[in-house]
Each structure stands twice: as structure tokens, then as C-alpha cells.
């Protein structure tokens, strides 16, 4: 009998033990401790922008630094380079980057490239401040990944937000009126001051750039948009080297307002203005556009094809040769007075005619 009240008792006093409820301080769920550990472990990366211009006044002699806004970038590596986007830093006479520390250093800018939305600006700091970001690889991304978004919205900073990969392939305008395409769609809210900040996946490796949002009210509506980072990875080093990215050149003028003219004329594919004296195209016989003896004007080449990848209009036509280098030789088709013409031609290196 005894032994039966004893073993009642035992089980009273597990069954009160398993009642308590958990330490709080001590429990995480698994999600928690990896948005906790992408948090302590990148956020020394990123980096507030302030940009401001110098205005002079009608009443002042000397001009007076406005401020005219901000945003965030990130620790590109540890010799004080720091991407963001274009349109933080566009336009700026002054830019400012502060360290998650508080320490604040003027700026230069390196490169930039509207297409793209990208910067990369030049910080003089210790090197023990400079905690680069680890990049990762966004064609692993799929949609339903968790990603982190850490950024200063509204002014608020290293403010991070938690959301999935919500689409991939997406295509926005950049501030040159590029389309820029593979871009990331996520729900994780991202606000005016997160631009130029890191998406990062569930290793902390980072797979975009945020740089806009889709809102009618300006603040996070769960549709936020980042740069593939497998762009940033090509665009970033060319910057760094070159000051702009490196697109080859192929030789020909391309017509200004070209959409309005293949309205016109009912065509898809890049009109082909000129011809550069000395270039591929001319030797081999490209024409660009004349003027009939009654004045109209005729269409020369228009070019629909480069390796095989079909070119509509200039935004395929630029994202074919982004892909390819100076001296690399391109298969290119062509439509001349309906037509097909075809071109062997050498890349020229940028800037070149």
C-alpha cells in the first residue's frame, strides 16, 4: 500500500513539473534562432546612407547643405567598397555612410549603373569595421524560401523583416527606363529607406538588392522587389575596376525613340541608324537608315537575332551583349527589305566605334 502511494505521489509531482511553463529567455523555436543568428551576424554589414546637396540661396552667399534622403547599403568587401543603389546616391553632392557602431564616413562614388540600379561607393575605414556580406547564388532561389530583408526604413535603422520568396523572373524599370529582368518579388516588408539594403537567405547569404516596392500608399503593401545577386556579382567587380559596367560595343548608332518608329512601321527588333566607319558592320555591308531620292526615309537593317536569342527591341538587345565580351564574335540576323541578313561580327570594347 505504501509503494502505491508513493508511486501516486511520484506522478502527481511529474504531472505539476511537465505544468510549468517554459522559460521564456531560454526557449526558441527553430526559426527564431536562425532569423536571431542571420540578425547578429550580418547586420554589422549594413551600412545608412545619407545623401545631401549643396543649394545656394537667393539671400546667401555661400551654398547650404539640404538633406535629400537616405537609404541603406552593405560591406561589399574589407577594403571599405559599400553597394547600394543607384537612386540612394543619385544626384547627391555629399554622401554620408554610417556604420552600424554609429561612426559616420564620408563618401565616394566609385561606379555606378542606373540600368541596373547600382552603386558602389568607397568608405576610408579601419578594416576591423568592415564585416563584408557573404554572397550566396539566386539561381538556387525557389519560390516559398524564407528571405531577410535588414535595412533603415523610414529613417529606423538595422530594422529587419521576415518574409518568402514570393516570385522569381519579375521585371521592373530601373531609373534609366531599362527594364531590369530575373528580379526577386517578396512579401518581407520592405519600406522607402530599405532601398540599396541586403536579401538574404536562410544561411545569411546574400541573394538580391532591395531597391523598390509596389504600394499606392508608399509604405509596404507585401510586394517588394531585389536585384538577383548573380547580377550584382557580374556588375559590382566592373564597377570597382572601371567605374561603369563593360558592355561591348557592336559597331552601330541606334535610332533615338526607337518605340515610336516600330509603331510606325509595324516591325519588332533594333533599327539600325548608322554604322560606325571601320566596324564589322560596315565592312560586311549593314545599312542604317537613308532617304529615298523623293526624301522618305527607308529602312536599313534591322537587327532581330544575336546567337540565336531573339531581340525585340533594345533591352534584349543590351542584355545579350552584357552577357558577352569585348573581342567575342556574335551570329547576328538581321531584316532588310523582308529579307534575312546575316553578320559575323567582333564585340568592339566600350566607348568604341
Do not use: C
Not at 16 to 40: L, M
Not at 95 to 124: C, E, F, N, R, S
Not at 174 to 187: A, E, F, G, M, W
Not at 218 to 225: A, E, L, Q
Amino acid at each position: 500500500m505504501k509503494y502505491l502511494y508513493s508511486l501516486l505521489a511520484g506522478f502527481m509531482l511529474t504531472a505539476v513539473a511537465s505544468a510549468q511553463p517554459p522559460d521564456y529567455s531560454q526557449f526558441k523555436t527553430n526559426d527564431e534562432e536562425n532569423n536571431i543568428e542571420i540578425f547578429k551576424s550580418v547586420s554589422p554589414s549594413v551600412v545608412n546612407i545619407t545623401n545631401s546637396r549643396l543649394v545656394r540661396s537667393f539671400y546667401a552667399f555661400n551654398p547650404q547643405e539640404v538633406p535629400q534622403g537616405s537609404g541603406t547599403g552593405f560591406i561589399w568587401n574589407e577594403e571599405g567598397y559599400v553597394v547600394t543603389n543607384y537612386h540612394v546616391v543619385q544626384q547627391a553632392d555629399r554622401v554620408t555612410v554610417t556604420l552600424q557602431d554609429g561612426t559616420t564616413y564620408a563618401a565616394t562614388a566609385v561606379g555606378v549603373d542606373p540600368d541596373k540600379d547600382l552603386a558602389v561607393l568607397k568608405i576610408d575605414a579601419p578594416d576591423t569595421k568592415l564585416i563584408a556580406v557573404k554572397p550566396g547564388d539566386s539561381s538556387l532561389l525557389e519560390v516559398g524560401r524564407k528571405v531577410i530583408a535588414i535595412g533603415n526604413p523610414f529613417g529606423l535603422d538595422t530594422t529587419m523583416t521576415v518574409g518568402v520568396v514570393s516570385a522569381l523572373g519579375r521585371e521592373i524599370d530601373s531609373v534609366s527606363r531599362r527594364k531590369i529582368r530575373d528580379v526577386i518579388q517578396t512579401d518581407a516588408a520592405i519600406n522607402p529607406g530599405n532601398s540599396g539594403g541586403p536579401l538574404l537567405n536562410s544561411l545569411g547569404q546574400l541573394v538580391g538588392v532591395n531597391t523598390a516596392i509596389y504600394s499606392p500608399s508608399g509604405g509596404s503593401s507585401g510586394i517588394g522587389f531585389a536585384i538577383p545577386v548573380n547580377t550584382v556579382k557580374r556588375i559590382v567587380p566592373e564597377l570597382i575596376a572601371y567605374g561603369r559596367v563593360q558592355t561591348p560595343a557592336m559597331g552601330i548608332a541606334q535610332i533615338p525613340q526607337a518605340d515610336y518608329y516600330r509603331r510606325q512601321w509595324g516591325i519588332e527588333g533594333v533599327i539600325v541608324l548608322d554604322v560606325f566607319q571601320g566596324s564589322d558592320p560596315e565592312r560586311l555591308g549593314m545599312r542604317g537608315l537613308s532617304r529615298s531620292q523623293r526624301g522618305r526615309i527607308q529602312l536599313g537593317d534591322v537587327i532581330i537575332e544575336i546567337d540565336g536569342q531573339p531581340v525585340r527591341n533594345e533591352d534584349d538587345y543590351a542584355d545579350v551583349l552584357e552577357q558577352r565580351r569585348a573581342g567575342d564574335l556574335v551570329k547576328v540576323k538581321t531584316l532588310r527589305d523582308n529579307q534575312i541578313q546575316e553578320y559575323d561580327i567582333r564585340l568592339l570594347a566600350p566607348g568604341s566605334r
